[in-house]
């Protein structure tokens, strides 16, 4: 199992992200594919729920945070057992338990992306 701490940007991807701003050009097409991997779980809900209750405390769940416009992008490949709608509900209630965080598609402060493959979740978190 792949664990980190934190949000662990490499020196290639930020640079990345600030090209792309700066030169008002959209680089970031296979931008998610450089992002590390911060935690990863089996692909069963109990294991999403309790891994991103872990992954998100930091960001959501401590009382000192204000509420956060965020967005959830879930991606499966080689995976039939789970239902985006299922680990996208899944999600929503782990961050939603604490304070009235508000779903946003538009302009989201954070965005949640989750790349189910075969039978394990990779998280990252933008």
């Known amino acids: 199992e792949v664990r980190a701490t934190g949000t662990i940007r490499s020196r290639f991807t930020s640079t990345f992200e600030e090209n792309s701003f700066h030169n008002m050009k959209l680089y970031t097409r296979y931008l998610a594919r450089m ?6 779980c089996k692909a069963k809900l109990e294991d999403i729920s309790s891994t991103a209750s872990k992954m998100l405390e930091d ?3 401590k009382e000192e945070c204000s509420i956060l416009h965020f967005n959830i992008v879930c ?8 239902n985006k709608a299922d680990v996208h509900t899944t999600i929503l209630s782990v961050i939603q338990k604490e304070k009235a965080h508000v779903y946003d598609d538009e302009d989201p402060e954070v965005t949640i992306l989750l790349q189910i ?10």
């Open 117 to 126: 493959v075969q039978v394990r979740l990779l998280c990252h978190r933008m």
């Open 35 to 40: 992002l590390p991997v911060s935690h990863s």
């Open 59 to 61: 960001l959501f769940l």
């Open 75 to 82: 991606e499966s490949r080689n995976n039939s057992s789970l």
